[in-house]
């Protein structure tokens, strides 16, 4: 039985919990089920999460429990050039993996362009998986744009999925500063009936008191901090000092109360069926089944108007990547800077280090030496090169001890 009363919506038929549960960070088949016990039935994973391993994990995990109970999605990634048969060989391989009757939902894992959703190849393969009962619903995830690999925008890449007429469901960005795009789109999918999924819902996540505490902890250790971090700290002190008295008037202690009112938030939006969370501990698991079903508060409002107004200019919108074509360097900022969400807010540091890792030389090292044109085409007023900083340091090795 449920320790928590979860709000369900209607979704695709199938009744999900508002919270669901992203899996990435999941390596424990106890640990999922005692999420699975409490009441969440929507687990959403991808190949991509642990090679493999991570369906394979949610497949033995469920077993004890009722299949019908669990929606479950899980994401492939599909290249333009990939033929019918290439994309049915994944689908079937995922539904071996997970080993547990069939998909629930089979997603395209974040399409770069149009091209890519608009795949014939890919129509036909899922038309199959489906026709044998391997696969019940299609779905699509995007994080948006990045001009350096030539990627559409989130909007652009799932109107094109409206239009194409066979998606069920939809795994998007939004939250309380990265409203418009998002909530245009959910208007939409309600217009069509598709049900919505939500990822990057506290925008902030732990990155404005983690920074803080960094500093912090160089001037009580007496130590010099690294040119980045000086900067910061001259910079913004005036900014942390306006913000703090707001964050005691409402009895903020940190970064929680900010992430609990930003969730209410999109779970108030009535075109939203569900917000993945990737739990990390048990404390997550009470942390955030609380928020299940709660209503968003005059005071939340208050916290998340704060926020927006106060902390807007150290958040670099997932989703955007709108400055990325006046960088020299063809830096992709806006990844780099959701790698360093993973890192911070999600706390998946060594994958964030990996995926950064992964860009070679196409990295922040780049912006030590230029004038930022990127930070003077932000529309939002991000101080996007010493962010930019703040990753490097956190996601790269030699850098992170200094
Ligand atoms: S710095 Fe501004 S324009 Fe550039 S990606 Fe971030 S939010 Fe978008
Ligand atoms: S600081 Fe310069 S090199 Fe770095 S992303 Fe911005 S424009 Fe590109």
Not at 318 to 325: D, I, K, R
Request: glycine share 6%; net charge negative.
């Amino acid at each position: 039985m449920s320790l928590f009363n979860l709000e369900i919506y209607d979704f695709t038929g199938f009744q999900v919990s508002d919270i669901g549960c992203g899996t990435p960070m999941i390596n424990d088949e106890n640990f999922l089920k005692s999420i699975i016990r409490r009441g969440v039935n929507y687990l959403d994973t991808a190949y991509q999460y642990q090679n493999g391993n991570n369906e394979r994990l949610i497949g033995g995990a469920i077993k004890e429990f009722e299949r019908e109970s669990l929606f479950i999605t899980t994401k492939i990634i599909v290249k333009k050039e990939m033929t019918a048969d290439d994309i049915y060989k994944m689908g079937k391989a995922a539904f071996e993996r997970l080993n547990s009757g069939y998909i629930d939902c089979l997603a395209l894992h974040m399409p770069s362009t149009v091209d890519e959703v608009r795949n014939p190849a890919f129509l036909k393969a899922m038309t199959k998986l489906k026709k044998e009962g391997i696969v019940r619903y299609c779905g699509l995830s995007s994080h948006g744009q990045s001009w350096w690999n030539k990627s559409d925008a989130m909007d652009v890449i799932i109107n094109t999925a409206i239009d194409e007429g066979y998606f069920d469901l939809f795994l998007m960005v939004y939250n309380y500063v990265q409203r418009d795009m998002a909530e245009k789109l959910l208007k939409r999918c309600r217009e069509y009936d598709i049900a919505t999924t939500l990822m990057k819902t506290d925008p902030f996540g732990g990155f404005y008191s983690n920074t803080r505490k960094s500093i912090d902890k160089y001037i009580e250790e007496g130590k010099e901090m690294p040119q980045w971090m000086k900067t910061i700290h001259e910079k913004y002190s005036a900014k942390h000092e306006k913000a703090f008295p707001f964050l005691e008037r409402y009895g903020i202690e940190g970064d929680n109360e900010i992430r609990d009112a930003a969730i209410r938030f999109v779970l108030d939006n009535q075109d939203v069926n569900s917000v993945m969370i990737t739990f990390q501990n048990q404390n997550d698991i009470i942390n955030y089944l609380k928020l299940s079903g709660s209503r968003f508060t005059y005071t939340d409002n208050q916290i998340i108007q704060n926020c927006t107004e106060e902390l807007s200019p150290f958040y670099c919108r997932h989703a955007c990547g709108m400055c990325e074509e006046v960088c020299p360097h063809n830096v992709p900022l806006n990844t780099i800077m959701r790698y360093n969400h993973y890192f911070t807010a999600q706390k998946r540091e060594k994958y964030a280090m990996e995926l950064y890792a992964s860009l070679h030389a196409n990295n922040a090292v780049k912006c030590t030496n230029c004038d930022a044109p990127c930070e003077k085409a932000c529309p939002y007023g991000v101080h996007i090169y010493d962010l930019l900083n703040i990753a490097h340091a956190n996601l790269s090795i030699s850098l992170s001890g200094a």
